[in-house]
């Protein structure tokens, strides 16, 4: 498929054989998941978020306008797209379907030509919408994610950190002397060299709740999470190291010859809001410009 995952389709029908000859179909193109009731389509859903069910309306336990609601109503699964098939073949029926927010109504005796071609239509909706909230949170010159997705993430982590007390280390980087390094090599340099930071921050930043991000200009946001202060250090001058590595010139810059950062950082406290921490992680960072920059100074 190349090298894009392949979508999941889960059938949800209570015939054996309405499931085989729907799975037999989508095998070739698509994960294919079976459920044979109402509530193995709601658990299965739930488990494996399919990018697509293909949903039967008339099912023993809970028929297919129930499972919907059902999952319309549950966050994890409320985005997932649904094509009724039913041998409700009533202009009712379809109408009772569409307007609960199911995508489509193909009703049974079905046709293998126009199935394939609906959910080929519908899962290339589906890979169009992701593509697009996948955009809507990247920063365009660097890859990585954008302020938008920072504050997000920010918003939930320390929400979770608050609630079951894991640790929550957050540190703002700011690439030294940047004006300079533009004013000097020119701004598809200082393009480069920022990207080159980013791919840096990217690599080091790279365990699960861990999030990279550009803040805005040359200023970079590590979002740390389950990650004490000795981490988050330890993390931001391996970050160092490895831009040092680099050794990006910078002929114009007051701590070095060598492009540079400067890192203030700190770790959740307890009582302390989002906002806090990121007041905190800022003042160090002025405080690490001031100093000379070229350094990390985090709070005690």
Not at 31 to 50: D, F, I, M, S, Y
Request: with cysteine; hydrophobic share 45%.
């Amino acid at each position: 498929m190349n090298g894009v995952e392949t979508q999941k389709v889960l059938i949800a029908d209570d015939d054996p054989i309405n499931r085989q000859v729907l799975a037999e179909l989508l095998k070739p193109e698509y994960t294919v998941l079976l459920a044979k009731n109402g509530e193995q389509a709601l658990e299965r859903a739930a488990r494996h978020t399919p990018d697509l069910i293909l949903l039967d309306v008339m099912m023993p336990d809970l028929d297919g306008f129930e499972v919907l609601r059902r999952l319309r109503a549950e966050p994890a699964t409320a985005g997932i797209a649904v094509i009724f098939i039913s041998g409700l073949d009533r202009p009712e029926d379809e109408a009772t379907g569409l307007k609960m927010g199911g995508a489509d109504y193909i009703a049974k005796p079905f046709n293998a030509t126009v199935v394939m071609a609906r959910v080929a239509l519908h899962l290339q909706v589906v890979r169009q919408q992701r593509l697009l909230e996948h955009l809507a949170h990247v920063d365009a010159l660097t890859g990585l994610a954008n302020r938008r997705r920072f504050d997000e993430a920010l918003a939930a982590e320390w929400q979770r950190a608050s609630a079951t007390g894991a640790p929550l280390s957050l540190a703002l980087v700011d690439v030294d002397s940047f004006k300079q390094y533009n004013d000097h090599y020119g701004h598809p340099a200082g393009d480069r060299a920022l990207r080159a930071v980013a791919r840096t921050a990217a690599t080091c930043a790279h365990r699960p709740g861990h999030l990279a991000a550009r803040y805005g200009g040359e200023e970079l946001v590590l979002l740390l999470a389950d990650t004490d202060a000795a981490g988050g250090q330890q993390l931001v001058q391996d970050l160092n190291s490895a831009l040092a590595a680099l050794a990006i010139p910078h002929a114009t810059a007051v701590a070095a010859p060598v492009l540079t950062v400067s890192a203030g950082g700190a770790t959740l406290a307890p009582g302390e809001t989002a906002s806090d921490l990121f007041a905190a992680a800022d003042a160090h960072l002025y405080r690490a410009k001031q100093a000379g920059r070229n350094r990390l100074l985090w709070r005690d």
